[in-house]
């Protein structure tokens, strides 16, 4: 039976953490505040915003929505992210994206400053991530793998390390934040020849597929570790990851569960980005 890597465990943890972070931030004078920018009412996106405003309050940290409608203009979403950028009392933004395909999405991720950009989605912030400078934030799911391998003490150092997946959003990043941890990464994609090969020789399994249960016992050994980033939905609405956990659990050391893993901890990291973000803005001065 492998070890489950329960989120709810490593969100207390930050929450223990975070919690005398912002009381410190307060008697300063300083309210950390999150700004949520959405286009349009996408099922997903308003159930997120839900859950990052209830961690929010949770924290103590305020939260001012900017919500437009469906038929809003790039101009007038440019013009948002502008007034935001230029006020000083917002620490950090979440961005809604995919945004309306009429909308140039380049042209609007570089229109946020990358010190308010806590989800990694400007080039700036990323940048940060491959240079290991810290200019802005990497993305939160990402950085929500670290922080579960973090808590668990689970050793990076040294350690050989496989991506399935290569997207800004988690594969990416998430190899860079490996590298930085002295792991030895290895990518994998949809044109990696005879995958399973590869991932059976990890300590470390980061599972991105974007796609249900693509990982089955024939990907993994004994004694890993299983991160499953996926979130996927079965024809009668049940929650799964990219792994097959049923087929996998048995075999591997420990393994994240779909849902209570990585989603658990993302809206926390998020959070504590913003913090962070404002403790930055009282160093700027």
């Known amino acids: 039976m492998a070890r489950i890597l329960k989120g709810a465990e490593v969100v207390s943890a930050l929450h223990a953490q975070l919690t005398p972070q912002v009381e410190a931030l307060k008697a300063k004078g300083v309210l950390p505040t999150l700004a949520i920018v959405r286009v349009g009412a996408r099922q997903d ?23 437009l409608d469906e038929g809003a203009t790039q101009a007038e979403l440019l013009a948002t992210i502008q007034a935001i950028n230029a006020d000083d009392a917002i620490h950090g933004v979440l961005l809604f994206r995919p945004l309306p395909k009429r909308m140039d999405d380049e042209s609007v991720r570089a229109a946020l400053l990358p010190e308010k950009d806590i989800d990694g989605i400007t080039d700036g912030s990323l940048a940060g991530v491959f240079t290991g400078t810290r200019r802005g934030f990497p993305p939160c799911t990402a950085q929500a793998c670290m922080e579960i391998l973090n808590y668990y003490r689970i ?32 990518v994998c994609h949809t044109k990696t020849q005879d995958m399973p090969s590869v991932t059976k020789q990890a300590d470390i399994l980061i599972v991105a597929a974007g796609r249900a249960g693509v990982v089955g016992a024939d990907y993994v050994s004994a004694g890993q570790t299983v991160i499953d980033v996926g979130i996927n939905f079965t024809p009668e609405g049940a929650m799964v990851g990219d792994a097959d956990f049923a087929a996998i659990e048995p075999i591997v050391g420990a393994i994240t569960p779909v849902p209570g893993g990585v989603g658990t901890v993302t809206t926390t990291v998020l959070i504590a980005h913003v913090i962070e973000a404002a403790q930055r803005s009282i160093k700027r001065g």
Do not use: H, W
């Open 155 to 186: 050793p990076v150092s040294g350690r050989n390390a496989v991506v399935i997946g290569r997207s800004l959003v988690v594969g990416k990043p998430v190899a860079m934040m490996l590298l930085q941890q002295n792991a030895t990464v290895t």
């Open 45 to 67: 996106d308003v159930a997120y915003e839900k859950g990052a405003t209830k961690r929010a309050e949770t924290l103590g940290v305020a939260v001012r929505t900017f919500l």
